[in-house]
């Protein structure tokens, strides 16, 4: 498959709309265990953190896999952020959720946008308020 040099508009802004509303669905789970649920129970609250950082792990997998074909020479290789996104997903894939390094990008943790760490443990979240 060739590589893609662009995306266009309409492309990107069907996956921005794809990840909304994975996001969104997320937060309305939220906003009715609070409604169902009176007072807050540890256990669910594991379950809960647990549910979240596995769904937000994946997402960006998801995001990943939209722009999977993308030009790589156009993305660089200085540890941006799409450098970033690349390698937390690899790692999330073959790497069991540890920052695994590219040896094709030159990444510093400090510069980056989630500042972790090469061996770092990949937890995304969303903060919400738990049940």
């Known amino acids: 498959m060739p590589y893609v040099n662009k995306y266009s508009r309409e492309y990107i802004d069907y996956c921005r709309k794809k990840i909304d509303m994975q996001i969104s669905s997320y937060r309305n789970l939220i906003i009715e265990l609070n409604k169902v649920v009176v007072s807050a129970d540890a256990r669910l609250n594991s379950a809960i953190e647990e549910f979240e950082m596995n769904c937000f792990n994946?997402?960006?997998?998801?995001?990943?896999?939209?722009?999977?074909?993308?030009?790589?020479t156009l993305e660089l290789k200085d540890g941006n952020p799409l450098n970033e996104v690349r390698m937390i997903s690899d790692s999330i894939m073959t790497n069991d959720n540890k920052l695994s390094p590219d040896k094709s990008i030159e990444y510093k943790p400090d510069k980056s946008v989630l500042k972790y760490k090469i061996g770092d443990e990949i937890r995304l979240i969303i903060l919400t308020l738990h049940i």
Not at 58 to 72: K, S
């Open 58 to 72: 994946n997402m960006v997998v998801a995001l990943e896999a939209f722009f999977i074909d993308r030009n790589r």
